[in-house]
């Protein structure tokens, strides 16, 4: 069987909604992204629905704090069962490293598999011009690298970043490392907030492992369609 390699961003503000959208993609997609929006409105019954459902979750809740408070937080997180969890590696490389040593601990404590753990480089919503204005001394691309490294010294399974700075991240992690893009738009469609973007074919030869979809399968009028030609585009289109 072939790894999904498409994660639908569940953004919507009530359980309800993110259910019927769970229910309609049945077939397609077994990967789900709860973000803050849905779990700050649903909390822990969204994570039960989908995996009462057989689906796979990633909670996006980019966690930034003091090493303390984000690896307190951590240990939490790793006891719901979910399969991906993230932290912001500007966070820097001890918060990391405390995510990653108290989601260990629990593991061992509990007896369970282990959900990757992934740092956000820069948001795919961000331009250079953005960018400059937070006086970092180098580009995007080379500030998304530098922190993909520091993700993967602090002993993290890989980072969120653009499918434009895949290939770098490849380059300079490794093959087993992994890499999840947001900011993939299919062909003609609106490309919203999102700036680094690419196609989700593009996404995927530039060696991204998931491709993160929101607005364009959530929104659209048949969202199962939308979704089934995403994946024929990724598994099919190299
Ligand atoms: O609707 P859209 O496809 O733009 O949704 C992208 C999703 O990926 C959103 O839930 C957003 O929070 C998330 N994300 C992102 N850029 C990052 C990290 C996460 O767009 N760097």
């Keep these: 069987m072939t790894r999904n390699k498409l994660i639908v961003a ?5 359980l309800q909604e993110a259910r019927r959208c769970v229910l309609t993609c049945a077939e ?7 973000g803050m929006e849905l779990y700050y409105a649903a909390g822990n019954e969204i994570i039960a629905f989908l995996k009462e459902h057989q689906k796979q979750v990633f909670l996006d809740l980019k966690l930034q ?70 006086n970092y001394k180098t580009s995007v691309a080379e500030q998304v690298v530098s922190l993909a490294k520091l993700a993967k010294q602090a002993g993290l399974d890989g980072v969120v970043a653009s499918p434009q700075e895949a290939a770098g991240i ?39 492992d998931y491709i993160v979809v929101g607005r364009p399968i959530t929104q659209a009028a048949d969202p199962q369609a939308v979704a089934r030609a995403i994946e024929q585009e990724i598994n099919f289109k190299k």
């Design 10 to 14: 569940l953004d919507f503000p009530t």
């Design 170 to 208: 490849r380059q300079a992690c490794g093959d087993d490392f992994l890499i999840v893009t947001p900011g993939v738009r299919p062909l003609g469609e609106d490309t919203q907030d999102q700036r680094r973007i690419t196609t989700p074919a593009q996404a995927i030869k530039n060696g991204a």
């Design 65 to 134: 704090d003091i090493p303390n408070t984000v690896s307190r937080a951590v240990r939490i997180l790793t006891r719901l069962g979910v399969d991906m969890i993230n932290v912001h590696a500007s966070g820097g490389l001890k918060m990391m490293q405390a995510a990653r040593q108290s989601m260990q601990e629990q593991v061992q404590t509990l007896g369970i598999t282990p959900p990757k753990l992934i740092a956000v480089t820069v948001l795919t919503s961000m331009d250079e011009t953005e960018f400059e204005v937070l």
């Design 28 to 34: 397609t997609v077994h990967y789900y992204k709860v």
